[in-house]
Structures are given as C-alpha cells and as structure tokens.
C-alpha cells in the first residue's frame, strides 16, 4: 500500500471513529495521521503546504469545538481531498 494510500484509509477509519462518538481514540489517531502526513507535504509546492495548513487548522478547530460529526466531514472529505490532489502527482 502506497504512502497515500495509508493516508487516505486512516482519516477514512479516524472520521468512523468521531462518529462512533469515540472522540478520544479518534482524536490520538488524528494526531498521528497528521504527524505521519506533515512531512509529505514539505516537497510540494506553497500553495499546497498553505491548503495543507488551512485544512489542519480547520481539523483542530472542529476539535477544540468538540463539532466531531464537522470533523469527521473534514478529515473524511476535504482532507481526504488535498491528499489525493497532492500527493498522487
């Protein structure tokens, strides 16, 4: 399974997580994915380092907001988005 792959199955299962309403679990396993998906994006052009930005900045504010069903939307759609239209180029 490719890098991107990997990335895409885990934001897919850590959103099935915040709608399960096992918000703690969820929230360690988005911490990691983003850990795991920050470095792939220091090679890729601005625009695309700044999209990755406002995307986490979006995950963590849904998180601070406790809004897990906008976050799980986030992770499993715009998120899910920026890595298929970054890192498969």
Not at 42 to 62: I, N, T
Request: charged share 15%.
């Amino acid at each position: 399974m490719s890098a991107l792959e990997t990335f895409v199955a885990d934001a897919q299962h850590c959103a099935a997580l915040f709608r399960l309403g096992r918000d703690v679990e969820a929230g360690l396993a988005m911490i990691e994915l983003a850990g795991a998906v920050h470095p792939a994006f220091d090679s890729k052009p601005q625009e695309a380092q700044q999209q990755w930005s406002f995307v986490l900045g979006q995950m963590f504010a849904c998180q601070e907001a406790q809004d897990w069903l906008a976050l799980a939307d986030c992770l499993e759609y715009e998120l899910v988005q920026l890595l298929n239209n970054t890192l498969s180029i």
